[in-house]
């Protein structure tokens, strides 16, 4: 079983910046650098949506809201996933959830990713 659990998240003003991490840990994780991973995020009284994706190869996909703002990336023994957010906007506020799943899924296909964190939130004022 695969354990997600992020952190960096707080209360920011529009334009400034912050970088979420999610540590994975569990009897697969020495197989984590397998998977794919990535960033959803989930505003009050709306749905889940995805916000970043990296696979195993590195490859990156990015929700075009986020596109030249966020960053996502993994450290060098996959263990540790993180997203760079610069010149965050209110809409940006939501919490945010570290999801892993198989080399295949979709990275915007929340219902692929079976692993998932608790979440931390992200609040952007004006």
């Known amino acids: 079983q695969v354990q997600l659990v992020e952190s960096g998240g707080g209360s920011v003003q529009a334009g400034g910046s912050l970088n979420l991490s999610c540590q994975a840990s569990g009897y697969t994780y020495r197989t984590y650098s397998r998977y794919s991973m990535a960033w959803f995020r989930q505003a009050p009284g709306k749905e889940r949506e995805a916000v970043a994706g990296v696979d195993r190869d590195g490859i990156t996909e990015y929700a075009d809201s986020v596109k030249g703002r966020f960053t996502i990336s993994k450290d060098i023994t996959g263990d540790i996933l993180y997203l760079q957010m610069n010149n965050l906007k209110i809409e940006d506020t939501a919490m945010y959830y570290c999801?892993?799943?198989?080399?295949?899924?979709?990275?915007?296909?929340?219902?692929?990713?079976?692993?998932w964190g608790r979440g931390t939130q992200v609040t952007v004022s004006s």
């Open positions: 999801a892993a799943g198989p080399a295949e899924v979709a990275w915007w296909d929340e219902g692929g990713y079976p692993y």
